[in-house]
């Protein structure tokens, strides 16, 4: 198979490469006959499903990873090897197979009912905005989420229209979401590499980042809001290689796109600016150079449009946005620099877990490889940059983002955002990764490095190891109660508590734990406190005092009337590290029993809701006297 490795910068968009592409007519060996392939993506997937049932037991994790990883490769190998040698019509459909296989892992591990952090908080919104039939619905989980109501908008409207659950209904959206990114990959590497044969080599490459298998298969607005980015992208990138209606209809579903992502989720729209705008400069400079078009109305317009969507909804709609996120940011690029002044900010990278060594190893390898494959890919271009559309330069630049974005994993700060854009960066490596597969094909004979058995290899060394870069054991598998997990802390004792609450007393303001708060914001509808510097809610449990007159007075003029506490805090230390957030004062410690027990005994606190693990107390700071109530 032979592609055009040096795309000319004014062919039309349908014209082939000058060394076009042919496809291999020989028939598929046994092994990647699609009998074969659906067969083994079936027992894959059951294999998958049993290491979570072992997960759940507990015992030896190295089990577990063992038969995930047997059951992911069993399932993934056929099906990527039927893309690479298959025509355009078995690689469509195998890379919608691969689409499937890299959803399921995550729908396994909680396929009826949400369990990561940030689900709860978006099924509390989808419920929320059908209850009252209103969108933009305040949510204490996570506050911003009210002011993007595209996925819980798209929620609810499929559940209008289907009956579905809320979940199901979300996980339809979310599913679909995660097909049309894949193919939005194909269509892009398409349009850019100009080779049927790279759109669905960079499908398989994109869908080895870190994030797609468990982090953007969440139900999220990450997930999403970057079907949009790419679709954007997509559009966009047609019409800048074509004119009249072709050119204007492509253009105005990008925009259509760009207000749903607007819409939708705040990171994914900033990396969509910084993206349209990268493009967009980087034309204009090469027409200005050389007077060659190249689309470069089309970038402008559409980085224009965008900013001015963003701005408008940031300014009108979404005011909290700036402050909400300038902390991850700030805050990182700080912990950055102590680290490199010998402060000790950072993190520990591959810190103890159950994850074996072997994945560890390869989580650690797979930047690695990556970066020979981009140095490999800078090497080949460097002498024929002049010949390359500058749209396509400007994409596969931004995927050497994914490099300085491993170094903020050290920071706690900028974690978070790293496994964010890894979703958005890993376009570029895949448009580098197809180009450069491409071109190790064209030699006659083939090197080494450009055998079949090479390429897999180093397919599942980067899949295992983005895989491990992506998520810790408590948010990978399901398992034992484990307190100090948004996964394994989630109890039934803790929803039925929610939900008596609520009954009782309606939805109302409530202190408590980070793990338990989940559990009632999303099952009882209450009101959850977010502990802060400022407002250091801890101080009912985590110090020896109880909270100070000041903050007795802020919680009764804020309305917070309820504490509930979860008395397994006291026995072990939280697995994430605190109980009430970054500024919890007793950080990887355990909370004094008695700290627990002298509850019991202040006048300001009545117990109302006794279960095994969970006390509910009412507060009436009122009655808060200094020999009981702490200091000033």
Not at 71 to 81: H, I, K, S
Request: proline share 6%; net charge positive.
């Amino acid at each position: 198979m032979t592609t055009s490795t040096h795309p000319p910068t004014q062919a039309p968009a349908d014209t082939p490469g000058t060394a076009a592409s042919t496809q291999d007519t020989r028939p598929p060996a046994r092994w990647t006959s699609w009998p074969a392939v659906v067969g083994a993506a079936a027992v894959g997937i059951l294999v998958v499903g049993l290491s979570y049932r072992l997960a759940a037991e507990g015992g030896n994790p190295n089990i577990r990873y063992g038969v995930f990883w047997l059951g992911m490769l069993l399932a993934a190998v056929p099906v990527t090897a039927r893309i690479a040698t298959g025509d355009r019509v078995a690689a469509g459909w195998g890379v919608a197979l691969l689409g499937v296989l890299t959803y399921v892992p995550k729908f396994l591990r909680n396929p009826g009912a949400p369990a990561y952090h940030d689900e709860y908080a978006h099924w509390r919104e989808a419920v929320d905005v059908l209850s009252t039939g209103t969108l933009f619905q305040p949510n204490s989980i996570i506050p911003i989420v009210q002011y993007y109501p595209g996925t819980s908008g798209l929620t609810a409207a499929v559940q209008r229209l289907t009956g579905l659950s809320v979940w199901s209904s979300g996980q339809l959206v979310l599913f679909t979401a995660h097909m049309l990114v894949l193919f939005a990959v194909v269509v892009l590497a398409r349009v850019h590499l100009r080779s049927a044969a790279a759109g669905a080599l960079a499908a398989v490459v994109y869908a080895l980042n870190p994030s797609e298998m468990y982090f953007d298969t969440q139900y999220a607005y990450e997930g999403i809001a970057v079907a949009f980015f790419m679709w954007i992208l997509a559009l966009g990138s047609i019409a800048a290689r074509s004119s009249g209606r072709r050119r204007t209809a492509a253009l105005a579903l990008a925009l259509l796109c760009v207000g749903g992502c607007v819409a939708t989720h705040h990171l994914t729209t900033l990396f969509l600016v910084l993206l349209l705008g990268g493009v967009a400069a980087i034309v204009a400079f090469r027409r200005w150079r050389s007077k060659t078009a190249e689309g470069t109305g089309v970038w402008l317009v559409l980085f224009g449009g965008t900013v001015l969507v963003a701005v408008a909804w940031v300014l009108f709609v979404a005011t909290p946005t700036l402050t909400y996120l300038s902390p991850y940011f700030g805050g990182s690029v700080e912990q950055l620099s102590g680290m490199a002044s010998q402060e000790d900010t950072g993190r520990v990278v591959l810190a103890p877990s159950p994850q074996p060594l072997w994945e560890r190893g390869l989580t650690a390898l797979s930047p690695v490889i990556v970066g020979l494959v981009c140095l490999a890919a800078l090497l080949a271009l460097r002498k024929v940059l002049k010949d390359w559309r500058a749209d396509t330069l400007a994409l596969m630049a931004f995927g050497l983002v994914y490099f300085p974005s491993v170094l903020f994993l050290l920071a706690p700060s900028g974690a978070e955002g790293a496994r964010r854009s890894w979703a958005f960066s890993y376009l570029g490596i895949a448009l580098i990764a197809a180009f450069m597969v491409l071109r190790w094909r064209e030699r006659r004979p083939v090197r080494w490095w450009g055998r079949g058995w090479v390429l897999m290899a180093l397919f599942v060394v980067v899949l295992v190891g983005n895989v491990g870069a992506g998520l810790n054991d408590p948010y990978r598998f399901p398992g034992p109660f484990r307190w100090g997990t948004d996964t394994n802390s989630a109890s039934a004792e803790a929803r039925t508590v929610g939900e008596e609450l609520s009954a009782r007393a309606g939805r109302v303001r409530v202190i408590t734990d980070r793990y338990t708060a989940l559990q009632l914001v999303a099952y009882g509808g209450l009101d959850v406190a977010a502990p802060s510097v400022g407002f250091p809610a801890w101080q009912l449990t985590q110090t020896p005092d109880g909270p100070t007159t000041q903050l007795a007075a802020e919680m009764r003029a804020a309305g917070y009337d309820y504490l509930v506490v979860d008395t397994r805090m006291a026995e072990e230390p939280s697995f994430i590290g605190d109980n009430y957030g970054p500024t919890d004062p007793l950080i990887g410690q355990a909370t004094p029993k008695e700290n627990l027990a002298r509850l019991d005994r202040v006048p300001w606190a009545t117990r109302v809701i006794t279960t095994e693990h969970l006390r509910v107390y009412h507060l009436d700071f009122f009655l808060m006297n200094a020999p009981m109530g702490g200091g000033s």
